[in-house]
């Protein structure tokens, strides 16, 4: 069995309005940070896994992701994966 | 009617449940059944609400977790067979998350958790939800929540405006949502998911009683 590390990034759509980002960059520019074009908030999820292989774990993430870490409807997902 | 069960479901962080168990009991002498999340019989109950709340702690998106509770798992084969399911609150964003419904709900525009009574267009009464008689009609209920907004895209949109599946929208929408959406109904007419609290407005003494006419509609067949 191999050991992955991966991690999961899932960002609201870019067609989903996303309010907390919204504040955030307020309060960046009221910190005095210049320039601030676009400010949104996703998660990051940090998962170690293990399987015969890089696909076979690819195909474990995939599922992950689709049915449960992203909800597809207003988030969009991608994952890198680091072998241990 | 009178053995007609309507089963509660009690996630953890569930907190509306004994709400809604008051509001049929006491208000409308409707039988009840608390029904713990990890259950998978429903086959003493003849409808379901899935009350407001917590579940699982909102944690990771609301109604995410509570999706794979063995208790959702069985709820396909009992709303296939016709019977009435009702979401209220966070049990409207578990049956979005779980696909019972379309489209989803994401946090309110102005990221306040909203606690109001809002006024709100009947535009449906597909699956006799509500009493819509031969007019539009407005009526009054109150909404508590922070993830409100329904969200989806336009195809949805039109599937629901197409099909008569919008069942309320906000008069003055407080949260964002799509089309002022508040709550929509599955095609069949027998699933309807939506943020306001019926079962807060069942008694005139708490300030109104637009509530009762939807949770009575559960025991139509």
Redesign the interface.
């Known amino acids: 069995m191999d050991q992955f590390a991966v991690k999961v990034f899932v960002r609201?759509r870019p067609?989903?309005?996303d309010?907390?980002g919204e504040?955030t960059k307020s309060a960046s520019i009221k910190l005095g940070a210049e320039g601030i074009k676009s400010l949104r908030i996703g998660k990051m999820i940090e998962v170690k896994i293990e399987g015969n292989g890089e696909n076979e774990v690819r195909e474990k993430i995939d599922l992950l992701c689709d049915r449960?870490?992203a909800?597809t409807?207003?988030e969009d997902y991608e994952y890198s994966l680091e072998k241990l | 009617m009178d053995n007609f069960t309507v089963g509660i479901v009690v996630f953890p962080g569930s907190n509306c449940d004994r709400d809604v168990s008051w509001a049929l009991e006491g208000c409308l002498d409707i039988r009840t059944k608390y029904l713990w999340h990890e259950s998978s019989d429903l086959s003493d109950v003849d409808a379901i609400v899935l009350p407001g709340g917590f579940s699982y702690g909102d944690y990771?998106?609301c109604g995410?977790i509570a999706r794979?509770s063995p208790l959702i798992n069985a709820l396909d084969e009992f709303v296939i067979s016709g019977k009435r399911v009702l979401g209220i609150c966070n049990g409207f964003q578990i049956l979005?998350?779980s696909g019972f419904l379309?489209?989803?709900l994401?946090?309110?525009?102005?990221?306040n958790f909203i606690c109001d009574d809002v006024e709100l267009d009947i535009v449906s009464s597909k699956g006799g939800w509500f009493n819509n008689g031969d007019k539009k009609q407005t009526i009054k209920l109150p909404i508590a929540h922070g993830e409100g907004?329904y969200?989806?895209?336009s195809d949805t949109l039109k599937k629901l405006a197409d099909n008569e599946l919008i069942a309320l929208r906000y008069k003055n929408n407080p949260n964002?949502s799509s089309f002022d959406i508040a709550g929509i109904t599955n095609e069949k007419g027998n699933v309807l998911g939506l943020m306001p609290h019926p079962e807060r407005a069942c008694d005139g003494t708490i300030g109104g009683t637009d509530g009762l006419f939807t949770l009575k509609s559960l025991i139509m067949k």
């Open positions: 609201l067609s989903v309005l309010p907390a504040a449960l870490f909800n409807v207003i | 990771l998106r995410a794979f979005t998350e379309p489209g989803a994401v946090a309110n525009k102005n990221l907004r969200h989806c895209d964002g």
